[in-house]
């Protein structure tokens, strides 16, 4: 039987007949561009879940910006009000008999669907989740609030490690994902170039260049790897391939992919979808963060209390030189 959580908090409060029910404050989208804190009461643990203390999320400047504005296209568990995110960070409060998990351990959370009638869409930011342990990933202590970026770490991972997959040779975006994806590339002995319109991203690399398009004159490109989100882009990625090369769609893309048939048709094309990462990704991603081979350093450039969240994510969406947002449930309102 799961011990009851006897220690009063921000995250629990008395309820009736004797035992505390389980609440946390949680990002709730109401409606689109309509955000703020809410108290929910949380599911009752079971003897797999852990209960985790979240201490930090993350902010998704492409899946959650979509949610925010109402631009996310048909997906399953779509609906309002939700809570969003799923780069969650904490320590284990309360762990199931058959969770896997141990009280006091800090883990990775990629969400949870524990706020009763109210969605989580991915439900990883709150102050506290209920989660099964197998969703569950514990992290390294020394990365601190870096662990956020595992889950795009490993979606970075995903879409470089598919069987017989090409070196990836031009990656296009140097946000947080396409550092991510250079980053990994260059652990793999690859070197890809980067493309980047904004100047001011335009640093920060390391073992790889970036350069703006318009200075790149080179179309024999075996692979490309876009981490921008831009649907328009397709047909001019397509130039850019050397016959029979890949184009892989990494990002999240909200408007139709459309691309003129004729210069796929003469380079014999493909194009590769990236879906989201599996836990061998993520596991990947851990274990070489952990020896010092992937650094995840210098990608978190904003920070914020939880308690101005409706402010932090107003930043981490129209902010140009905010690559990361990170919330801290630590800091008391």
């Given at each position: 039987m799961n011990p009851v959580v006897d220690t009063p908090d921000?995250?629990?409060?008395?309820?009736?007949?004797?035992?505390?029910?389980?609440?946390?404050?949680?990002?709730v989208l109401e409606a689109p561009r309509c955000l703020d804190?809410?108290?929910?009461?949380?599911?009752?643990?079971?003897?797999?879940?852990?209960?985790?203390?979240?201490?930090?999320?993350?902010?998704?400047?492409?899946?959650?910006?979509?949610?925010?504005?109402?631009?996310?296209?048909?997906?399953?568990?779509?609906?309002?009000?939700?809570?969003?995110?799923?780069?969650?960070?904490?320590?284990?409060?309360?762990?199931?008999?058959?969770?896997?998990?141990?009280?006091?351990?800090?883990?990775?959370?990629?969400?949870?669907?524990?706020?009763?009638?109210?969605?989580?869409?991915?439900?990883?930011?709150?102050?506290?989740?209920?989660?099964?342990?197998?969703?569950?990933?514990?992290?390294?202590?020394?990365?601190?609030?870096?662990?956020?970026?595992?889950?795009?770490?490993?979606?970075?991972?995903?879409?470089?490690?598919?069987?017989?997959?090409?070196?990836?040779?031009?990656?296009?975006?140097?946000?947080?994902?396409?550092?991510?994806?250079?980053?990994?590339?260059?652990?793999?002995?690859?070197?890809?170039?980067?493309?980047?319109?904004?100047?001011?991203?335009?640093?920060?690399?390391?073992?790889?260049?970036?350069?703006?398009?318009?200075?790149?004159?080179?179309?024999?490109?075996?692979?490309?790897?876009?981490?921008?989100?831009?649907?328009?882009?397709?047909?001019?990625?397509?130039?850019?391939?050397?016959?029979?090369?890949?184009?892989?769609?990494?990002?999240?893309?909200?408007?139709?992919?459309?691309?003129?048939?004729?210069?796929?048709?003469?380079?014999?094309?493909?194009?590769?979808?990236?879906?989201?990462?599996?836990?061998?990704?993520?596991?990947?991603?851990?274990?070489?963060?952990?020896?010092?081979?992937?650094?995840?350093?210098?990608?978190?450039?904003?920070?914020?209390?939880?308690?101005?969240?409706?402010?932090?994510?107003?930043?981490?969406?129209?902010?140009?030189?905010?690559?990361?947002?990170?919330?801290?449930?630590?800091?008391?309102?």
């Open positions: 921000r995250n629990s409060e008395p309820a009736t007949g004797g035992r505390r029910q389980l609440c946390a404050q949680a990002v804190l809410r108290d929910l009461e949380l599911d009752p643990p079971g003897e797999g879940d852990v209960v985790v203390d979240i201490e930090w999320s993350g902010i998704s400047s492409g899946t959650e910006r979509l949610l925010w504005s109402g631009r996310m296209p048909p997906f399953p568990g779509m609906g309002y009000p939700l809570v969003p995110g799923y780069e969650s960070v904490g320590r284990v409060r309360q762990a199931g008999a058959s969770s896997g998990r141990r009280i006091g351990e800090r883990v990775f959370v990629p969400g949870a669907r524990c706020f009763g009638p109210v969605r989580g869409l991915f439900g990883g930011a709150a102050s506290a989740l209920v989660v099964p342990g197998a969703r569950t990933w514990v992290v390294p202590e020394q990365l601190g609030d870096r662990a956020v970026l595992l889950a795009l770490a490993a979606t970075a991972r995903h879409a470089l490690a598919a069987p017989h997959a090409p070196p990836p040779s031009l990656i296009v975006g140097h946000g947080v994902l396409g550092r991510l994806l250079a980053r990994i590339a260059v652990t793999m002995g690859h070197a890809p170039v980067v493309w980047e319109r904004n100047a001011a991203r335009r640093e920060g690399a390391c073992g790889y260049a970036v350069i703006d398009p318009d200075a790149d004159a080179r179309r024999d490109y075996p692979s490309i790897v876009d981490a921008s989100g831009d649907a328009s882009l397709l047909d001019t990625l397509i130039a850019r391939l050397a016959p029979g090369g890949e184009v892989v769609l990494a990002g999240f893309y909200s408007d139709p992919l459309i691309f003129d048939f004729p210069p796929a048709f003469m380079r014999e094309a493909r194009i590769r979808i990236a879906a989201e990462w599996k836990p061998e990704d993520l596991a990947a991603v851990i274990a070489s963060t952990a020896s010092g081979e992937l650094s995840l350093d210098g990608l978190i450039t904003h920070r914020s209390p939880a308690y101005a969240a409706p402010a932090a994510y107003r930043t981490a969406f129209s902010d140009a030189g905010c690559l990361k947002m990170v919330l801290d449930w630590s800091i008391a309102r």
